[in-house]
């Protein structure tokens, strides 16, 4: 059997598929999706980009994370935290670049940077973390910060803070007095070391322990009078303390804190009191009062993130929860448990908000969940974002979404970079992957600008992405007078750099004294390292041509390409670069011709492996690339 046969691929947006949706041709994903789509964007429209290049922001300290921050709509800030410290970076008038603007000491080791979980309130962010005091870092002024300890509402004689009985419920304590300094004797060994300086609360009265005796019997000072000397059950310590642990999670909700699980008490939820962040009063129940409870189900349930959308959203390591409430006031909480996915336990990373819905990760590392309420079932589904393209999904630890460009952004354990193109009312979710030459660590979407940090032989990077770049850990510069000496480059003493000189001539050199000399003068050089874009079809599909068995020849494709500047074509011979001057130019300038239109490549040889494409597009050459549709013609034989 033989026949010529002509297909069009007119769109990516399925992005890139895994190895095991091949026999699935019957799916529109198919048609739209590719085998290979590495160091590339797609378009919500649908065509392919090379991806932008980074560009070299500074050094970090180390090891850390991104975290932005929103002082108001004409200033923002990227948080960079590292073992001990925080630096702040800025978009500098003067420059036009982000710079450092301030740098602070930290409590967060390395290790406990991964946990570290947040929000934000106008000038003032909380973080918080398990096993260290929260803290609250405020801006006062553009380089000025600090970073303090919360403090509870103190009203004199009452700290309105988070209480729990840790003990067994028949365990009681007795005091020994009403007033002044008191010993308060327990029925077991419940007294810690820890328990000296905390605020102990005994029949709904306060007092401050001084000092401790033994397990059974501590000191402390009476700050409301007790009202008897007898025994009682009705005790409780802090529920957050360097002895029982510190909030999971926080975010804020209908004008209250939230505070989501802690050490201790992994499944206990705290919200405060309506429009007082720091006062966790019960009181006697009224619409204000701050509210405090458990979530209970058929399995554990550890917090692991609190988040504010159309509900309050809690998502724990068994489940994903709804507390609902309008407003929420003690009398009308409800709480219903939505769906039954996870979140992570070893690593916090933060749920975001994609047009109406949260994004989140699985506890099994190898989905991206989309959290999403629906009115006809006035529920929550957690729909999995992941199940074509499962192969690009390997232990999440950060992520961020880009709104602009409509571009979520994944850091991978293994230290790759995952992207999904999400457009949910045109049905778009296509994923892609990127490498650098270095391990991407964490990203941060600061208004419109994507920062990563990026680890290179040992040494972390951050970086951002910028669309005039086409080279990684790149810098820029310009001379009025063409020279061929250029400084800046530190950061890659040693290493071999591309550089691409005046928008056209490109080299390879080495930085010597973070410097570099090329060939010929230039006045603008773009100087960083090479990276490779990849695209690759999957499979056709050949329905109705006699099945398998068949060997395909690829006559002939037809890109049409869109501001391109350079393209290398596989059609079975190997890589091939693709003279734009035969398609509308003449020759060629100092810079390459940006070229939009079709470029007609024909081929020849007949492929009998039903993996291999029968095209393939790849170069590192740091120059524009679109491919919007690809059309094909085979011929088959049987």
């Avoid at 063409?482 to 290493?495: K, V, Y």
């Avoid at 940006?594 to 009998?608: H, M, N, T």
């Avoid at 029968?614 to 034989?637: G, H, N």
Wanted: aromatic residues 8%; hydrophobic residues 40%.
């Amino acid at each position: 059997m033989s026949g010529l046969v002509k297909l069009a691929k007119t769109s990516f947006t399925a992005g890139e598929l895994s190895m095991d949706m091949l026999g699935r041709g019957d799916l529109a994903a198919y048609a739209n999706g590719a085998m290979k789509l590495r160091n590339v964007f797609i378009a919500p429209t649908g065509g392919v980009s090379r991806r932008a290049g980074l560009r070299t922001v500074d050094t970090a300290r180390g090891p850390g994370r991104l975290i932005p921050f929103e002082f108001n709509t004409e200033q923002s800030y990227l948080l960079v935290v590292t073992a001990g410290h925080v630096d702040v970076y800025a978009d500098t008038v003067t420059r036009g670049l982000f710079a450092r603007v301030a740098d602070f000491a930290a409590p967060w080791s390395e290790a406990q940077i991964r946990q570290i979980n947040w929000t934000q309130s106008a000038d003032t962010l909380l973080v918080v973390h398990p096993e260290v005091p929260p803290r609250k870092i405020t801006r006062s002024s553009h380089g000025s910060w600090t970073v303090a300890a919360w403090s509870f509402h103190d009203d004199g004689s009452v700290i309105h803070q988070p209480t729990h009985k840790f003990a067994a419920d028949d365990i009681t304590v007795t005091p020994s007095a009403t007033t002044g300094s008191i010993t308060l004797t327990a029925s077991a060994a419940v007294f810690e070391p820890e328990h000296v300086g905390l605020r102990l609360r005994v029949g709904g009265k306060e007092v401050e322990v001084t000092a401790r005796a033994s397990a059974t019997q501590v000191t402390a000072t009476v700050k409301q009078t007790l009202a008897n000397t007898q025994a009682t059950k009705d005790w409780e310590e802090p529920a957050l303390s360097a002895l029982r642990g510190w909030p999971v999670s926080v975010c804020f909700h209908q004008d209250r804190l939230v505070l989501g699980g802690s050490r201790d008490l992994p499944n206990r939820l705290w919200l405060s009191k309506s429009s007082d962040l720091y006062n966790f009063d019960l009181g006697e129940g009224l619409d204000d009062a701050a509210i405090e409870f458990a979530l209970l189900s058929d399995q554990v349930n550890a917090i692991r993130a609190v988040f504010s959308g159309k509900h309050l959203q809690v998502f724990t390591s068994g489940a994903e929860w709804m507390v609902s409430g309008e407003p929420l006031t003690p009398s009308r909480i409800q709480l219903l448990r939505q769906t039954r996915v996870g979140s992570p336990v070893d690593r916090t990373v933060p749920p975001r908000h994609v047009d109406g819905a949260t994004h989140f990760v699985s506890r099994n590392g190898r989905d991206l969940r989309e959290f999403l309420f629906t009115d006809m079932e006035q529920a929550y589904q957690s729909t999995d974002l992941a199940m074509l393209a499962r192969h690009l999904i390997n232990a999440p630890v950060d992520q961020d979404y880009d709104p602009g460009r409509r571009l979520f952004h994944v850091v991978m354990g293994d230290g790759s970079l995952s992207t999904l193109t999400v457009y949910r009312n045109e049905k778009i979710t296509a994923w892609t992957a990127h490498q650098t030459d270095g391990l991407f660590r964490s990203v941060a979407v600061v208004e419109d600008e994507v920062f990563l940090l990026v680890e290179r032989q040992g040494t972390v990077f951050i970086e951002r992405f910028d669309d005039l770049l086409n080279l990684d850990c790149a810098i820029t510069g310009e001379s009025v007078t063409p020279t061929a000496h250029w400084s800046g480059l530190d950061h890659l003493e040693g290493r071999t750099v591309r550089v691409l000189a005046d928008g056209g001539a490109i080299c390879d050199v080495v930085v010597a004294e973070g410097a570099i000399d090329l060939p010929e003068p230039a006045s603008a050089v773009q100087a960083g390292l090479p990276y490779t874009h990849v695209i690759e079809p999957l499979p056709p599909v050949l329905s109705g041509s006699g099945g398998a068995g068949l060997v395909v020849r690829l006559v002939r494709a037809c890109f049409r390409v869109l501001d391109t500047s350079a393209l290398h074509i596989d059609t079975g011979r190997g890589l091939t670069p693709i003279p734009f001057r035969r398609y509308g130019k003449d020759s060629f300038d100092a810079a390459p011709p940006s070229f939009s239109g079709d470029v007609a490549i024909r081929a020849i040889g007949w492929r009998r492996d039903a993996y291999q494409p029968l095209w393939r597009i790849a170069q590192d050459v740091p120059l524009p690339c679109t491919v919007l549709s690809v059309a094909t013609e085979m011929k088959l034989a049987g």
